[in-house]
């Protein structure tokens, strides 16, 4: 039996990017998303999470990470929102810019990017930011 959509408030603490993962991985079986989407989205949800919890949140637990898993059909999509002050992913540097090799900073973004068919960022209406991914089948 498939899920259409699941949804998951988690604490801004470094083991919430564990339970997203597996979280994500049982949405995917039940889903029957192959084992190419699951990898993808399991790199791709790691990212997320970790950079809304210690970028976004800056570890502060008394804010939370939304978490939110869509069957879309063809594609699992994916929502993570934080709480913080937001960025523009335009100002982020470029890993793969000779300059910017030995930074840490916009790893993540390249990993989602890879991974991932489609990512947008959004400053969400309510505050925070908000990430939306999709993997297509």
Known sequence: MSEKKTELKLASRLES???AAVEAAKFAEVNDFGEDVKSAVDMAVRE??????????????????????ENRGEAFEITVRDFGEG????????????ENLLKANGRGILFMRSFMDEVEWFNHAQGG?????????
């Open 87 to 98: 960025f523009a992913v335009e100002e982020v540097p470029d890993p793969t810019d000779p």
């Open 48 to 69: 997320a999470v970790a950079n809304a919890v210690k970028h976004g949140n800056k570890l502060d637990e008394t804010k939370q990470v939304e978490i939110t898993f």
């Open 129 to 137: 930011m908000m990430v939306k991914m999709l993997k297509k089948r």
């Open 17 to 19: 990017v564990e339970k």
